[in-house]
């Protein structure tokens, strides 16, 4: 049984937040009362796009870590199921070649 989640919310705004906890029933119900993240208190309301169960809490607050980090792009590959453009997205740009 999972005792870790990572999700993402999409806010009214359409902007995302990115979190973890224990309780993912108890943790949404936070963020719709407000009682949540401030980011997500001011952008209600929300809506639960995508999560990631974990063995344990501190996998899920690593997994929110990385994920919290990513552009907008990368985090609407990973909603969308499109785990095949992730690593193309993961390349900065300084690292290219010049064209």
Known sequence: ???????????????????S???????????????GANHTAK?????LVYYEEFQR??????REKQVQGWNRIKKEALINSKPEVLPGLSVAHRDLPDK
Do not use: K, S, W
């Open 43 to 47: 952008r209600l309301p929300v809506e």
């Open 21 to 35: 906890t224990n309780d993912l029933e108890r943790r949404l119900l936070q963020h719709q009362n407000g009682e």
């Open 57 to 62: 809490i501190d996998q899920a607050f690593y």
């Open 1 to 19: 049984m999972p005792t870790g989640y990572m999700y993402i919310l999409e806010c009214a705004d359409d902007t995302y937040y990115t979190g």
